[in-house]
């Protein structure tokens, strides 16, 4: 990496867990060290306060895995931003492609709980990522600018929202792109984000790498230019994997 951001390391526990494996996994994060990165966990929507109140005080933050687009009403099963932050929750992620494919969510939806997340003071982690069809048919680039475009609202800024690059094919299934691949990308998204941001928030917004990082793989991953940390999904249920991807940061 060849600038100063920050790298972040994101763990998104999906519908894992109950609250005594939680708050130990949590707990275990966070005497774990973790220089110079800094570290995240996004726990089920029901164990946030018990997982926040075991970290309360401490350098992990915790986030939420989806929000609605309104700030409050008539949404059965649904959480609003500001209920996750008012829970203890620093981020949230937004568009994941577990949550495109089996709620149908459309770039539209994810930018309006992208604009929610911010308006409750949420860190939106906005996800984007080619499924493998449209990588066998040359449409990477295509896929991902498009999302990018439909799925960030006007007020983005670096502070307020992380990338996180995440093809659908590489989540959970022990694949991963090249380097060059990745790279690839990551800077593509990075002009995207410049040509219409402009360069300020270029520079200074991180975009993750996500799909199957492990600690076998982490250095190589996070060591490709323009990848600022990861979002992690199976290896974070495990700390001392966690960590070791953490430990991985360059
Ligand atoms: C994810 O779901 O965001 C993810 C990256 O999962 P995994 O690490 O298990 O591929």
């Given at each position: 990496?060849?600038?100063?951001?920050?790298?972040?390391?994101?763990?998104?526990?999906?519908?894992?867990?109950?609250?005594?494996?939680?708050?130990?996994?949590?707990?275990?994060?966070?005497?774990?060290?973790?220089?110079?990165?800094?570290?995240?966990?996004?726990?089920?929507?029901?164990?946030?306060?018990?997982?926040?109140?075991?970290?309360?005080?401490?350098?992990?933050?915790?986030?939420?895995?989806?929000?609605?687009?309104?700030?409050?009403?008539?949404?059965?099963?649904?959480?609003?931003?500001?209920?996750?932050?008012?829970?203890?929750?620093?981020?949230v992620i937004l568009g994941h492609s577990e949550?495109?494919?089996?709620?149908?969510?459309?770039?539209?939806?994810?930018?309006?709980?992208?604009?929610?997340?911010?308006?409750?003071?949420?860190?939106?982690?906005?996800?984007?990522?080619?499924?493998?069809?449209?990588r066998d048919g040359g449409e990477t680039l295509?896929?991902?600018?498009?999302?990018?475009?439909?799925?960030?609202?006007?007020?983005?800024?670096?502070?307020?929202?992380?990338?996180?690059?995440?093809?659908?094919?590489?989540?959970?299934?022990?694949?991963?792109?090249?380097?060059?691949?990745?790279?690839?990308?990551?800077?593509?998204?990075?002009?995207?984000?410049?040509?219409?941001?402009?360069?300020?928030?270029?520079?200074?917004?991180?975009?993750?790498?996500?799909?199957?990082?492990?600690?076998?793989?982490?250095?190589?991953?996070?060591?490709?230019?323009?990848?600022?940390?990861?979002?992690?999904?199976?290896?974070?249920?495990?700390?001392?994997?966690?960590?070791?991807?953490?430990?991985?940061?360059?």
């Amino acid at each position: 990496m060849t600038t100063s951001r920050t790298p972040l390391i994101a763990g998104n526990w999906k519908m894992n867990g109950a609250t005594a494996e939680a708050v130990a996994l949590a707990r275990a994060v966070a005497a774990g060290t973790a220089a110079g990165c800094e570290l995240l966990v996004c726990p089920p929507t029901v164990l946030i306060p018990p997982v926040a109140a075991a970290l309360k005080g401490g350098a992990v933050a915790v986030g939420g895995q989806d929000c609605h687009f309104a700030e409050s009403g008539a949404h059965t099963g649904d959480i609003a931003a500001v209920m996750l932050a008012d829970a203890g929750c620093s981020h949230v992620i937004l568009g994941h492609s577990e949550r495109r494919a089996d709620h149908g969510e459309s770039d539209a939806l994810v930018c309006a709980k992208t604009e929610a997340a911010h308006a409750a003071g949420l860190i939106a982690i906005v996800c984007v990522g080619e499924t493998l069809a449209e990588r066998d048919g040359g449409e990477t680039l295509a896929r991902i600018s498009s999302q990018i475009e439909g799925s960030l609202p006007a007020a983005v800024t670096a502070e307020n929202t992380v990338i996180a690059y995440e093809p659908v094919w590489a989540i959970g299934t022990g694949r991963t792109p090249t380097a060059a691949d990745v790279e690839e990308v990551h800077t593509h998204i990075r002009g995207d984000i410049e040509r219409r941001f402009g360069a300020g928030v270029a520079g200074g917004i991180r975009i993750l790498y996500g799909g199957s990082m492990k600690p076998s793989n982490a250095g190589e991953l996070l060591a490709i230019d323009g990848v600022d940390g990861g979002l992690i999904g199976g290896a974070s249920l495990k700390a001392e994997d966690f960590l070791a991807i953490a430990a991985s940061c360059p």
